[in-house]
């Protein structure tokens, strides 16, 4: 079955320790991106790739980075210098035969 | 810059009544609409889009939205609500000049609570 996978649900992380957040798609879409949601502020964009080894900062990327080495990957780091880490992390990709942004299943992110 | 605004956080349903959420947008191009659902803890589903076209739309899970140029308007509507239907909505517009690999803005969600 096509899909994008996040892994894990949910990443429990002390402060001021980087965590990488995993998003695979094998739907073969060239266009991925990050959001992070916070309850009442619907979704933000962090970053987003149109296409391999390229990538774009969105609204929110301070204190975040990406990279885009696979088509199928684009894992999101959250970095120390991220002053409010804990949220819900939820990757997506373009799908251009129906004109869609289609989701994975987020992950949910603690720092302690 | 383009926006979008869900002017309702929250609204309680009975099982059976009728159903509107409101979603208003603000671009400068010919929109493109989506409407999206989260149950807690989840992705987001697509429920429906407008692109160009006939002004209603109908989605999945009897869902339907009409899209109004004039009042910047695309709201979302279902005739009778089931108790499965309690979720979070979300209304998107996309940005982009070439319809490809399009960036979302979306509204704050509104929250729906269906009673029996």
């Known amino acids: 079955d096509g899909g994008i996978t996040q892994s894990p649900k949910y990443l429990f992380r002390k402060e001021g320790q980087n965590v990488t957040l995993s998003c695979e798609q094998n739907l073969n879409h060239d266009a991925m991106y990050w959001y992070r949601q916070d309850p009442g502020q619907g979704l933000r964009l962090i970053y987003y790739s149109q296409i391999v080894n390229d990538f774009q900062k969105g609204d929110i990327a301070e204190g975040y980075s990406v990279s885009r080495e696979k088509k199928e990957s684009f894992p999101l780091t959250v970095t120390s210098a991220q002053k409010n880490p804990t949220a819900f992390y939820l990757c997506?990709?373009?799908?251009?035969?129906?004109?869609?942004?289609?989701f994975g299943p987020g992950t949910r992110l603690t720092v302690l | 810059a383009q926006s979008v605004t869900q002017p309702d956080i929250h609204i309680t349903v009975s099982e059976g009544a009728s159903l509107e959420l409101r979603c208003n947008y603000s671009?400068?191009?010919?929109?493109?609409l989506f409407w999206y659902v989260q149950s807690p803890g989840q992705g987001l589903q697509l429920l429906l889009k407008y692109f160009s076209g006939d002004t209603l739309v109908q989605g999945i899970k009897g869902f339907e939205a009409e899209f109004k140029r004039s009042q910047s308007s695309f709201n979302l509507r279902k005739p009778s609500v089931h108790w499965s239907d309690a979720a979070e909505y979300f209304c998107?517009?996309?940005?982009?000049?070439?319809?490809?690999?399009?960036?979302?803005?979306f509204g704050t969600g509104t929250r729906l609570t269906i009673i029996p």
């Open positions: 997506a990709s373009w799908d251009p035969s129906y004109n869609e942004q289609f």
């Open positions: 671009y400068g191009a010919t929109p493109y």
């Open positions: 998107a517009v996309a940005t982009g000049s070439n319809f490809g690999n399009e960036k979302l803005t």
